[in-house]
């Protein structure tokens, strides 16, 4: 059964860099998941924030997003990773890696994916 393991999560200034690294317990992509990135702010809902598809090259983003964060996969390591620049204070919250079969929903609902990490806290404060 497919596991995931969320790490990376910190503290970072406004502006700042941060990396979310997303570990699989076997074999990711090669034909077999997606795996999107999902935020959730105190009090608010969970949203998603970025996805890559199972052929390893299409991606998708929210618009708050685009031009600050890049979702990339090692197929080796079976790792996926969230690079988030330039950081602003709203991007604050617990960070979840989601699986499911091999494309990202148009949408990024957290219901339409079936395996989760236990999530990392992002902090982004001055």
């Known amino acids: 059964q497919l596991q995931l393991a969320e790490s990376g999560g910190g503290l970072a200034q406004p502006g700042g860099s941060l990396r979310l690294s997303c570990a699989a317990s076997?074999?990711?992509?090669?034909?077999?998941?997606?795996i999107a990135w999902f935020r959730q702010a105190r009090g608010k809902e969970r949203e998603g924030v970025a996805c890559?598809?199972?052929?390893?090259?299409?991606?998708q983003y929210v618009d708050s997003v685009k031009g600050r964060f890049t979702v990339s996969v090692d197929n080796p390591l079976n790792t996926v990773y969230l690079q988030m620049n330039n950081l602003k204070p709203e991007d604050s919250g617990v960070y979840f890696c989601?699986?499911?079969?091999?494309?990202?929903?148009?949408?990024?609902?957290?219901?339409?994916?079936?395996?989760w990490g236990q999530g990392s806290q992002v902090t982004v404060a001055s």
């Open positions: 989601a699986a499911r079969d091999y494309r990202c929903s148009a949408y990024l609902r957290p219901y339409e994916y079936d395996v």
């Open positions: 076997q074999l990711i992509l090669q034909g077999v998941y997606a």
């Open positions: 890559i598809a199972a052929d390893g090259t299409t991606t």
